[in-house]
Every structure is written in structure tokens, then in C-alpha cells.
């Protein structure tokens, strides 16, 4: 397991696995009521969770332990290889 942390946007992105291109084939969006904010959770296509992408509220809903651990992403940096939600979130905003 590994985390990726965007400060800039207080987004993470938690690998189950090793996650390459084409691997999630299907992503959850969790109720944003329900978890105060963006959460989806990624699956493969043998339906196993992958992958636990945390939009704009990481730094309030991981335990601390595990963001002190988290691989910090620069702007060049793209979280979340399996993302289907990024342009979702851009509207939002």
C-alpha cells in the first residue's frame, strides 16, 4: 500500500495495489453528504478494491499517520492513475 498527497488541492489517492493504466475499470462515487466531501473508490475488473481517492478534504478525514507516510505530489504530478472524476470535479467548483 501507498499514498499520494496533493497539498494543493488536499486530495489522496490510497493504492491497495499497484495501479497501472487501464486497471480500474470501474469507479464508486461515495455520497459526498455521507463523508462530508468527495471520496470514490476504485475497482479492478475482477470487482476488488484498488484504490481510494480522497478529493479536497484528505488532510480532515485520513488518520495522520498515514499522510505523514504519503508520497507528496508536485504540480507535474497527476493523482490517481484510475481517476474518472477529475473533469466532475473542475464543474463543481
Not at 494543493?8 to 499497484?18: G, H, N, P, R, T
Not at 484528505?58 to 493523482?79: F, T, Y
Amino acid at each position: 500500500m501507498r499514498v499520494e498527497l496533493d497539498p494543493e488541492i488536499d486530495a489522496a489517492y490510497i493504492y491497495l495495489v499497484e495501479i497501472g493504466p487501464g486497471d480500474v475499470h470501474r469507479t464508486y462515487a461515495c455520497d459526498p453528504q455521507s463523508v462530508a466531501r468527495f471520496i470514490n473508490l476504485d475497482f479492478n475488473a475482477s470487482k476488488w478494491l484498488i484504490g481510494i481517492e480522497v478529493w479536497e478534504c484528505a488532510s480532515k478525514r485520513l488518520p495522520p499517520a498515514l499522510l505523514r507516510d504519503a508520497q507528496i505530489l508536485g504540480d507535474e504530478d497527476v493523482i490517481s492513475p484510475g481517476s474518472q472524476c477529475e473533469a466532475e470535479l473542475e464543474t463543481i467548483r
